[in-house]
């Protein structure tokens, strides 16, 4: 196992430095003057602008700026905004929000995807499992957007049940309402890939030896059929955990919450390249790492499973 983890860290080390390159190079490549942006309509200073580009090294060839972005990040110096602001901060105020949003809606969308996609599949074939297929269908189909306005609506607006927007320092009830949106999309898939492996498990002759050994049907349930089902829902987890920790751009717009995804769109739109690649980075660090852990599960999940 400690083999593994060493060989799996080093190939982290290339992906960290591709990932930061390919997206420092896009950044870079964007059209516009960010300096010159500051300006506004007014006359750009051309002793001010090349001072503010001395100050950010926009004046230096885009290696030297992409090697000089590593040197800083290894210390967690993710330099300053154009406002002024570090970037580091404004990264520790947005990241809270999002990972409590993260893991409302990875919890909603895990506990209900498994109940429901297992219901589904020992059910394969009743009315239960048509309506289950049914619902996750028009999940996937709906836009997040459109199913975002319409629970707004619905539960904010018409029934008054939980608030619309989320606000500056959202709780838990603020947040509930973007977690289901932002869950719902992985919630369907997740059921209908438990439903695919609990009725593919079900027929097996493990299943029925079990069975025939005197095994209650809980019990062949949870040790048997469930577990060997959640390995590839397991990975689609994992995948999914590092994309809800970098925050849902369209849900947090919608919704009005200050996170990661809000953060991102909004250093887009000013042209705030250091804080665009500053996220991503981390962002991509959280990939990387949900991915490892997803390769350790799959050993407690099936013993087959070792790395030696």
């Known amino acids: 196992m400690g083999k593994y983890l060493l060989r799996r860290v080093l190939q982290m080390i290339p992906v960290v430095l591709g990932t930061t390159l390919l997206v420092y190079a896009l950044v870079f490549a964007m059209p516009g003057d960010p300096v010159k942006a500051m300006f506004g309509d007014k006359a750009v200073n051309e002793a001010v602008a ?13 290696i030297i700026q992409y090697l000089l972005f590593l040197k800083n990040a290894l210390t967690l110096n993710f330099g300053m905004t154009f406002s002024g602001q570090p970037v580091i901060n404004l990264i ?18 895990a506990i209900f995807g498994v109940i429901f996609g297992t219901i589904s599949g020992l059910k394969k074939g009743t009315w239960s499992d048509s309506i289950i297929l049914i ?3 028009l999940l996937i189909s709906v836009p997040t957007f ?14 008054s049940i939980l608030p619309v927007t989320a606000g500056a320092d959202p709780g838990f009830m603020d947040l509930l309402l973007p977690a289901v949106v932002l869950g719902s999309v992985s919630m369907a898939y997740i059921i209908r890939l438990s439903r695919a492996e609990v009725s593919s498990n079900i027929a097996e002759d493990y299943v029925r030896t079990a069975r025939a ?7 062949v349930l949870f040790r048997h059929v469930l577990r060997n089902s959640l390995i590839p829902v397991v990975t ?13 751009m369209i849900s947090e717009t919608i919704f009005n919450i200050h996170g990661i995804g809000y953060l991102t769109y909004q250093s887009i739109l000013k042209g705030e390249a250091n804080l665009v690649v500053s996220i991503v980075t981390l962002l ?14 799959y050993a407690a999940l099936d013993p087959r499973i070792r790395y030696e």
């Open 92 to 109: 520790a105020d947005a990241f809270p929000v999002t990972i409590r949003l993260g893991l409302m809606a990875f919890c909603f969308e």
């Open 146 to 159: 459109v199913t975002g306005f319409v629970l707004q609506y619905l539960f904010g607006i018409e029934w």
């Open 236 to 248: 689609y987890l994992g995948q999914d955990l590092g994309a809800l920790m970098g925050g849902a």
């Open 135 to 137: 619902v996750s269908l």
């Open 50 to 62: 090349a001072q503010i580009r001395a100050e950010y090294n926009l004046d230096k060839p885009f």
């Open 213 to 219: 050994k005197g095994m209650s049907n809980r019990s």
């Open 284 to 297: 991509m660090l959280i990939f990387v790492v949900c991915n490892l852990v997803v390769d350790l599960l």
